[in-house]
């Protein structure tokens, strides 16, 4: 069974950055992507950036384009996601999860398909 782990949540001025991680128990053939997706409070959850642990390549969610940027480390089984100038609009809760091979990384995320693996998730806040 996979595990995974988010850290490096934290609260952070507007205009800010992080860098979540992703920590997982290992890659396997049958989740060749993983996903960081978010919930805000009173909000539908959002998938906000995926990467495939194969060829490396990235999606991206409009809201987050030019500012996050998504990175894997394969050796180390760790994804990482770089958020830069961060809005308020940012504050959520922020978890990854492995995703499937059935369905391209942006389509499994809005609807959850094939994404049975997730972490506890780390909190952003962004705040002044």
């Known amino acids: 069974q996979l595990q995974l782990a988010e850290s490096g949540g934290n609260l952070v001025q507007p205009g800010g950055s992080l860098r979540l991680s992703c920590a997982a128990s290992?890659?396997?053939?049958?989740?060749?992507?993983i996903g960081w997706l978010r919930q805000a409070p009173g909000k539908e959850r959002e998938g906000v950036s995926c990467i495939s642990l194969n060829d490396g390549s990235t999606y991206y969610a409009d809201s987050v384009k030019g500012r996050f940027t998504i990175s894997r480390d394969n050796a180390k089984n760790t994804v990482y996601l770089q958020m830069n100038s961060l809005k308020s609009e940012d504050t959520a809760v922020y978890y990854c999860a492995a995703v499937g091979k059935h369905y391209p990384c942006a389509v499994a995320m809005s609807g959850g398909y094939d994404m049975p693996y997730w972490g506890k998730g780390t909190l952003v806040t962004v705040s002044s």
């Open positions: 290992g890659f396997t053939l049958d989740y060749p992507a």
